[in-house]
């Protein structure tokens, strides 16, 4: 992540380079990642003797996402590599493909993806380490503890949220997240960690309950602010760990590097890795650890390229913090993977012979904002030209009145642009727009330069898809585990627990005889359901 050095060079003026592109408008190229130092900040790690697995989830995070994190890393901020390519790259690593099918459907929800790796079962779509008949699951996370290795949860969503509950509840609907949480309070995980108090707060809860004070009386110890969490006392406290700071799902890391009281209240993701390994590495025998990069899914079912880019930027910076942790720690094992593409995330071809390509991607760089705050700002009273200012604040881009007018038709709760199909809204619109460039087209021809040059990430829907995961795995006994192939979800739990030597075979039910407990959610129940799960 070193500077490229040419940005300091005086020309001829006495201007360097750097202050020459920020008059110019382009003041980011050759400049540092801004969430560069994160997560280097407090404290290293130490030597433990337990075996460790690290289960790093990109939630929804597609190859597309991957490869727009790397380019822009690259491209647009000048840096050497990023430590997701590096990784794949190392000759001592696995790489493989994993699919990704429910019981239910080829195209997965979170739930039964998450379960597939906790318990080596197909579900049904929305149910938690269960099987459609209600039959509990056993989980890796209650194998291992039985063995007295010790458990962590971390994540940017509500903690309550479905990748990382399903390695713990056995709730038959992944919305159920009060009781998850108090799922949570009865496993006792050493350490739990992202958003959601909602689900703790005894003035949000529908029984009432407060959480917080739950997890205090059983030992742990509460906090809810990144100044908290970054205390060293924390770290080296002997104490399990509940750490939620926020009411829903964290914020986008582009909202946490924009708003600076975002970024002072919530920490990073790679901070609370830091703080779950070195509190998850006192335990003698070793633990397992499972970190979510959840929003990237978020912020793809928004068709929000430049916050799934940034969040994907994230979770590399958390490869990082893992790396430090190996080199004290060498037996430790590593998997990176994502349950499910989300909205066929795609760099589409940009120019004449495609060669505006990088110059288009390069555009979402000025974006300010996720969708989730822009979409705080403008209304659907809003008139045309107060909508074209809104969205210039936030993105730099002037829109015509036409693509004004198509966000607005968008905001209105009846809009049905498709018949019968449910496509989240304005979001899709806005990202469609973001990712339009025009080029004249004489003699049948694109010729350059661009009449309007935006973005040019390509959404196929605000839908899941069903194509197959990348599956990296490095660390202690990574080759002895058959991952540097193609295999199913369901593989992943017999290699951890291969890894642990745990031999455990959960019952299993066919998609036959799974039909008759498919319920079939209406337009409006799947609209609700959307929302809460990304809100
Ligand atoms: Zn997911």
New binding site residues.
Partial sequence: MAKTGRGNEKNMSGVSRREMLKIMGAGAIGTLFPGAGHGQSSGSFSTSGGDGLIFL?G??MPLGVIKGMHQVRTRVYGEKGTNFYSKMKAPYSMVGYMSTESLSSIV???AP??VTWSTGVKTLNRVMASLPDGRPLKTIMELVKEQGYACGLVTTTRVTH??PAAWITHQLNRDNEDAIALDYLKFKPEVLMGGGSRFFDPLRRKDGKDLFKGFSNEGYDVVRERADLLNPEIGSSKKSLLGIFTSSHISYYLDRLNQAELGKKQPTLPEMTRVALQKLSKNPKGFILQVEA?RI?HANHSNDAWAAILDTCELDLTLAVIDEYLKANPKTIVIVT???G?SGWGINGTGPEYNDSIEALKKYQPIKASFEVIKTRLKKEMALAEIKDVFEYFTTFRITDEEASMIQAAMQPDYRPFHGDYVFQPDAVMGKILAHSLYDKRKGMMEGPALIRRGNVGFTSTN?TGEDQILLSYGYKANQLGLNRHVDNTYLFTAMCKFFGIQHQNPTMTEEEAKPFIKTASLEEWRRHMELHIA
């Fill in positions: 989830v939630d929804g997965t929800d979170s993806a998450s479905a990748t959840g899914d994502s349950d499910h989300t899941h």
